[in-house]
């Protein structure tokens, strides 16, 4: 990954639950306007690494952290730098698409209050991030209708406008096509494509196919450590590690 800008980065990561380790001096790397797969057993730590690009164990009093976490340069654990805004320019889907129990339009205005986006831009900008998310056509008539009545697919895209919405550099998505039907995934995986004119974009997925179609970059974890990261197609077709080997042939997991 040594050409490309890198736009997110962690080094000498450890991570603990309680007395449990849970990642062990990770070092990963995500180039800018790519998407990066993270790949991996249950249990490997995925999830848990990716959200500590945007402090999601700041509340949990178990969780010890060591290592450092850049966004550019910028450290994002860093005294000068609030949770608030790394959130806002580090966003993140959840796997459950989870849209509050509101309209459609109030999902996405909520955020741009939070954020002190002036009223009068609200409007424009609820709209872009609809069209950008694939999902406008679908809802345009329908703006004040209860979000929940969306279909789990149109939810999902409902979460990743609410997200592009307020324009962040990097979105984590953590297994976001988990819950949905192929239809559904496909249109997922065709926006994560478009979306990385934007973004970078670094995702969690136990799908290998889905790894294969939508990522640049691959990163194989195991037991909370790095195992191998490259360029998608060569981690899938000429892995350097056994382990690696084993695990995209399917010989475990
Ligand atoms: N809040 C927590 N408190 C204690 N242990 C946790 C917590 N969150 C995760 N763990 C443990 O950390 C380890 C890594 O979990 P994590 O969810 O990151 O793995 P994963 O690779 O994303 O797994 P999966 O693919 O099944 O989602 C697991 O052993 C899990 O039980």
Known sequence: MSEEKIKLSAAGVNLWFGNKQVLKQIGVSFPENKVTALIGPSGCGKSTLLRCFNRMHDL???AKIEGQFLLGK???????????????????????????PKSIYENINYGLKINDVPPSERLGIIESALKESFLWDEVKDDLKKPATRLSGGQQQRLCIARTVALRPEVILMDEPCSALDPISTGKIEDLIRKLQDQYTIVIVTHNMQQAQRVADKTVFMYLGEVVEAGNTKDIFDHPQQELTANYVRGHFG
Not at 75 to 98: C, E, P
């Open 74 to 100: 910028q450290d994002l654990y860093n005294r000068d730098i609030s949770v608030t805004q790394v959130r806002r320019r580090v966003g993140m889907v959840f796997q459950k698409a989870n849209p509050f």
């Open 60 to 62: 949990s009093p178990d």
